[in-house]
């Protein structure tokens, strides 16, 4: 399990204090490089919703108005769920992929993004993607 799934878990059931102790840890991890994440979310009308942010968990902070910011398309369709999530290494790679995935119907769409999130959750692959998409 990827580590922002297991704290997406824990953030419903450790206490504030313990939780915010967890989030630091992977927020310094995450500025040794900056990485970008695509990530496709469902909102509470089942209506999907597909972005990217270089903070996974602030993003969905923002989103579920726990903290300011957040899309003006999730602000009245709260809760957001996060259903899967991909990491890039630079914007420009996120925002095609976003694009590409924005394009494609419904169904595929989180078929495509849990794709993506298997083959970077497999040992020992190199993670490339298809540059076709």
Not at 22 to 45: G, H, P
Not at 112 to 120: G, S
């Amino acid at each position: 399990m990827h580590v922002f799934q297991q704290i997406f878990k824990q953030s419903c059931v450790l206490p504030h204090a313990e939780f915010t102790c967890i989030l630091e840890k992977v927020m310094k991890m995450s500025t040794v490089q900056e990485i970008w994440y695509i990530y496709l979310a469902q909102c509470r009308d089942k209506t999907l919703y597909c972005g990217i942010t270089n903070n996974l968990i602030k993003r969905f902070w923002q989103h579920n108005g726990m903290i300011s910011g957040g899309a003006k398309y999730t602000k009245g369709r709260r809760p957001v769920t996060l259903l899967a999530f991909h990491s890039v290494n630079d914007k420009s790679e996120a925002l095609k992929l976003e694009i590409a995935i924005k394009k494609l119907p419904k169904p595929q769409k989180l078929t495509y993004m849990l794709n993506l999130q298997n083959k970077q959750n497999l040992p020992n692959e190199q993670n490339t993607m298809n540059k076709n998409h």
